[in-house]
T-cell receptor, first 111, second 112 residues
């Protein structure tokens, strides 16, 4: 069984530039999550999808962050414009029940 | 607000001995607790979990203990192996898997 796939693995951009991350969850997992992980901290939820619906986006900074999950499968997380403080690892996870399966993450560096 | 706390950022143990990782939580509505293990440049991987209706769950060398009255859980690894060296995250979730919260992680080093 393939795991959660994320791309790119690493991204370096200059501040004020846009950036997008892509996630392909495990087949059959209806719930998809985007997390932000800063150095030395645990993952923090940005948004949770149940199929196509964003059921929890309360922690998503909507002025610059957006996400979509068309057709209830793949998902894209976008930042526009990026700020220095956005440098972090962005994790995608999917689940059927309680156990969440994580992708390897995208490490974003904003210069 | 940090609802899940791992107060020890690091732990070092000798191979073959017991590793005990601790986690405290503040939200009494948490219903399900999990431990994840993370190697560098990889995402967290699920290790073991426990429901709030239990006080112990065991899987091979890994045992999780839950003390609801103290809002405390711990992960025991016996015997510890060098391959167990990783960052361990404690996580807690409310009913229906909503709003899972993670601790900051404990870096375990098992010395040969």
């Amino acid at each position: 069984e393939a795991g959660v796939v994320q791309s790119p693995r690493y991204k370096i951009i200059e501040k004020k530039q846009p950036v997008a991350f892509w996630c392909n969850p495990i087949s059959g997992h209806n719930t998809l999550y985007w997390y932000l992980q800063n150095l030395g901290q645990g993952p923090e939820l940005l948004i949770r999808y149940e199929n196509e619906e964003a059921v929890d986006d309360s922690q998503l900074p909507k002025d610059r962050f957006s996400a979509e999950r068309l057709k209830g499968v793949d998902s894209t997380l976008k930042i526009q414009p990026a700020e220095l403080g956005d440098s972090a690892v962005y994790l995608c996870a999917s689940s059927l029940l309680y156990e969440q399966f994580f992708g390897p993450g995208t490490r974003l560096t904003v210069l | 607000d940090q609802q899940v706390k791992q107060n020890s950022p690091s732990l070092s143990v000798q191979e073959g001995r017991i590793s005990i990782l601790n986690c405290d939580y503040t939200n009494s509505m948490f219903d399900y607790f999990l431990w994840y293990k993370k190697y560098p440049a990889e995402g967290p991987t699920f290790l073991i979990s426990i429901s709030s209706i239990k006080d112990k769950n065991e899987d091979g060398r890994f045992t999780v203990f839950l003390n609801k009255s103290a809002k405390h859980l711990s992960l025991h690894i016996v015997p510890s192996q060098p391959g167990d060296s990783a960052v361990y995250f404690c996580a807690a979730s409310g009913r229906n898997n909503n709003d899972m919260r993670f601790g900051a992680g404990t870096r375990l080093t098992v010395k040969p």
